[in-house]
């Protein structure tokens, strides 16, 4: 009798064709139901229809034209006479109103400057542990800005100047990054004396104040303790900014003349506007934010009562409502004869209520940490402060991030609101001066794309850090 | 034996005011109460003096006097005879019906999209995908007044729409039921031959056809609380799908005919279309903007409250055999609507407030009657924004109190 043993393995048959490949993932993916099918259907039908519908208009899009007439007749010369397309041609004429609003053109390199030291400044602060990352970005943002300004108009030994200022920032980046945290700090003063001009000491002026509280700061807390010696500084550099920094900035400037030419804040507008008030009302609204939700969480009854007053009264009137208490009740509230520059007063108002709305996700954060935190926080003898600092918000700041996120998110789309009290935005202050000029009647479509794709890139942008930075900070395992 | 000494009765100190834990919060709490109350001197100081330099008092009586402005939509009664208040009550309710339906639009369609994106359909997800961001990351500003300026600019003017020797400009749309014009969307009006009769100005006609269609629907939950018991007791469930559409459909269709049920075409007559109902595209381009863009916030807050419930979950029910339709409505959903609600009920909120947006296409809301005209032609912009800050967080206050008794009705009962 024989027997057969197979003493080799057979080559495995591939498997049938509707189970591989292309096929398989086509059938899993977009025929699996009768439903799926259908909505396969739908999707390809909705694709088709947009394609065709815009397509077209993209493709016979023209881009330099005087008027929109002229435009027009350029489509029907080279698509026929029912050819839709788009008319780039304001893009390529106005586009400077959309950016940089009534600016000086032969001052562009100042708010040019600005944005490029806004994200080399902020470098630090998004890739601080990563010299890599934030090498990269302030090469890319140096070799950027300076092809900008080559762009603009600037005498060229300013060009040069600044050209090798962002090279050094680069340099650093890669090899002392901590070395940009000092121009995190100089950012805000700098960035008021670059966009509206005026004497550099003015803004000297006002950074000693914030010397003389750290001053005051140092000196008095080894022996007064810290609320104390905060309470003091506080006190001191309020009395500073009151009393004698006017005449300490006059007499610096008559000494030292240092100043630049001063622009008024109506000359501000589009996204350079946008970015003013997006940029100082986030920052100052975080920190902010975060007091207020501490106060919120705070054993004080009074404290608690006034958060929660402010941040529930905040949360529960629209931001249009605010603009025009900035615009309007203002005068009524500050002392007679006070006057000072609406767009000031904005970013305050904008300040208030996003911090409120801050205050609401960090409170999240906060309620979201166990007690035990708290009590081994206690149990190190840490005081209030010092657990906040090395225990608490740590903790509580890396759980908020996404809602911090979408809150910036939410603010600087808010920023297009500021056109209901006058200021003139790109979205609808811009677009409504550059629609009312009598070559452009009628073009609608061409600048919200612009505007919307500009709003889009940033606030993306922005989603997309804020699930880098989960990523980055997720310490648990899964 | 010695016993240990008591601890020193310590006699209170200034400086335990500020060292001492027991007495700090309360030092604390009075710095606090002195400085609010300064700072709140200080306002009420400078708005007297403000006040008396402009030579203005409170004064409240303004709303009672004639507004004399005209307000596109009415759905109280107005004229431009009415007082300021009754203006400003008009506001109201047209920011509060834009809320509710642009609320409503986008919460069914936000649901919808959120549970499609996660569909395994992949051109479905993508193109969701693709919609949800466009949507979130532009300002809500610019799809207002985009839509509104689409509206009013590419549309042809009423009188396009007139027939002249058998041609128009225009024609009407949806087999000439809809005109869309410049200024308004026309749709056809319900309309009833032999109505019932009024009783007291109430229009019995509505409200019968609304108790007949909840008794429709109560009968349709006898008939498949029935077919439950047999199911239970057999194990083979009747047949019940032509019993509850009969009962739903038929008595319905059989009042509105007896009843002489039409619609009422609008119809182009002068200088702009009679009948019909007549949607102003301030109206239009707020709502469809607030319910495009709320729809794709509310997508993701679906999403990620779907993403929240554990595979374990819809493992275990496609482990007892039920399909994946029933798998959503029964397991996933009812755990999902727990973590989805609260932020839906923010999202209200905003939209709500988002309604004061209407400035840009100059619907007349709240913030447009009180706070825009009235405010122009009195001249009272502290006691016009105060009352308008003041309606507004009601409003506000109002949402999340019934957001707040929906989540303690949902919360999860533990022991």
């Known amino acids: ?478 | 034996m010695t016993l240990a000494a008591d601890a020193p009765k310590e006699s209170f100190r200034l400086g335990m005011l500020i060292y001492d834990t027991r007495y700090r919060s309360i030092t604390i709490q009075v710095i606090v109460l002195i400085l609010a109350l300064l700072f709140v001197a200080w306002l009420v100081d400078n708005t007297r003096h403000n006040l008396a330099i402009k030579g203005k008092d409170i004064d409240f009586s303004f709303l009672w006097r004639r507004a004399g402005y005209d307000i596109g939509q009415t759905l109280i009664p107005y004229t431009n005879d009415s007082t300021h208040f009754r203006a400003a009550l008009v506001g109201l309710v047209n920011t509060i019906v834009v809320a509710v339906i642009a609320s409503i639009l986008s919460t069914v369609l936000g649901v919808v999209l959120g549970v499609l994106r996660l569909s395994n359909n992949w051109i479905v997800s993508r193109l969701i995908g693709v919609y949800v961001e466009m949507f979130r990351n532009v300002p809500l500003l610019l799809w207002i007044v985009l839509i509104g300026t689409v509206f009013s600019e590419t549309r042809p003017q009423p009188k396009d729409f007139k027939v002249v020797e058998g041609v128009s400009k225009a024609s009407m749309s949806l087999w000439n039921s809809v005109a869309v014009t410049n200024r308004s969307t026309n749709i056809p009006m319900p309309m009833l031959d032999r109505p019932l009769p009024a009783v007291g100005g109430i229009d019995t006609s509505l409200l019968f056809i609304i108790a007949l269609i909840g008794g429709c629907i109560w009968v349709n939950r006898l008939l498949l609380r029935r077919a439950r018991i047999v199911q239970e007791t057999t194990g083979i469930r009747p047949v019940t799908w032509y019993q509850s559409l009969l009962v739903l459909i038929l008595p319905t269709v059989a009042a509105l005919m007896a009843m002489g049920f039409h619609l009422e075409y609008p119809v182009f007559k002068g200088f702009n279309f009679q009948g019909g109902i007549s949607f102003d595209h301030a109206f239009s381009a707020l709502t469809l903007s607030l319910t495009l863009y709320y729809a794709a916030v509310t997508a993701e807050i679906v999403r990620s409250g779907i993403q929240a419930i554990s595979r374990g979950q819809s493992e275990a029910a496609f482990a007892l055999g039920l399909r994946p339709g029933r798998t959503m409505s029964l397991i996933i959903l009812p755990q999902a609507l727990r973590v989805i609600i609260p932020p839906m009920i923010s999202q209200w909120l905003s939209l709500t407030k988002d309604t004061s947006l209407g400035i840009a296409v100059s619907y007349l809301d709240l913030r447009g009657t009180l706070g825009g005209i009235t405010l122009n032609q009195t001249g009272r912009e502290l006691e016009c924004m105060l009352l308008m800050m003041l309606i507004y967080l009601i409003l506000s206050l109002i949402i999340s109190a019934f957001g707040n008794l929906y989540n303690a009705s949902v919360k999860l009962k533990e022991r």
């Open chain 1, 1 to 478: 009798m024989q027997t057969f043993v197979r003493t080799e393995m057979l080559t495995p048959q591939a498997p049938p064709v509707t189970e591989r490949g292309v096929v398989k993932w086509l059938r899993e993916n977009l025929f699996s139901s009768a439903l799926n099918i259908g909505l396969t259907l739908l999707g390809i039908a909705t694709l088709y229809y947009v394609v065709t519908l815009s397509l077209p208009w993209l493709l016979n899009g023209v881009w330099t034209a005087s008027s929109l007439t002229e435009c027009r007749s350029i489509i029907a010369q080279n698509a026929g006479p029912d050819a839709s397309g788009a008319c780039w041609a304001i893009i390529h004429a106005r586009w400077y109103q959309f950016i940089y609003g009534f600016y000086p053109p032969e001052l562009y390199w100042r708010p040019v400057l600005a944005f490029g030291l806004l994200l080399v400044a902020l470098a630090p602060i998004l890739f601080g542990d990563n010299a890599r990352n934030a090498g990269l970005l302030v090469s890319i943002v140096s070799a950027l800005t300076i092809l900008s300004l080559f762009l603009v108009n600037m005498p060229m030994w300013l060009f040069l100047a600044l050209s090798a200022g962002l090279i050094l920032a680069s340099y650093l980046a890669y090899t002392r990054l901590n070395l940009l945290w000092y121009l995190t700090l100089l950012y805000p003063f700098l960035t008021v004396w670059l966009l509206w001009g005026g004497s550099l000491w003015g803004q000297v002026s006002i950074m000693a104040g914030f010397g003389v509280l750290v001053a005051a700061y140092r000196l008095l807390s080894p022996r007064l303790g810290v609320p104390i010696a905060t309470g003091i500084g506080v006190v001191a550099a309020v009395l500073w900014w009151l009393l004698l920094d006017d005449k300490v900035a006059e007499a610096m400037q008559h000494l030292i003349p240092l100043a630049i030419t001063p622009i008024e804040s109506d000359k501000m507008g589009g996204f350079l506007l946008a970015f003013i008030i997006g940029v100082s009302s986030i920052s100052l609204s975080l920190p902010i934010g975060i007091l207020l939700a501490l106060g919120r969480q705070s054993d004080m009854f009074l404290v608690k009562a006034l958060s929660v007053g402010f941040i529930e009264f905040v949360r529960g009137v629209p931001l249009i409502t605010m603009l025009f208490t900035a615009s309007l009740l203002l005068q009524y509230f500050l002392p007679p004869n006070t006057n000072f520059d609406l767009i000031l007063r904005v970013v305050i108002l904008v300040t208030l209520f996003s911090a409120a709305y801050n205050a609401e996700v960090v409170r999240g954060g906060l309620a979201a940490l166990p007690k035990g935190q708290y009590e081994a926080a206690d149990a190190l003898g840490l005081d209030y402060w010092q657990a906040q600092r090395l225990i608490i918000m740590p903790q509580a700041l890396k759980v908020s991030i996404p809602g911090i996120v979408s809150t910036f998110i939410g603010l600087f789309k808010d920023t297009t609101l500021v056109t209901f009290v006058g200021l003139a935005e790109p979205l609808r202050g811009i677009t409504t001066i550059v629609r009312a000029d009598i070559n452009w009647k009628g073009v609608y479509w061409e600048p919200y794309l612009f505007v919307g794709a500009i709003f889009f890139v940033v606030c993306y942008g922005m989603s997309r850090y804020s699930l880098y930075l989960e990523g980055k900070l997720r310490t648990d395992h899964n």
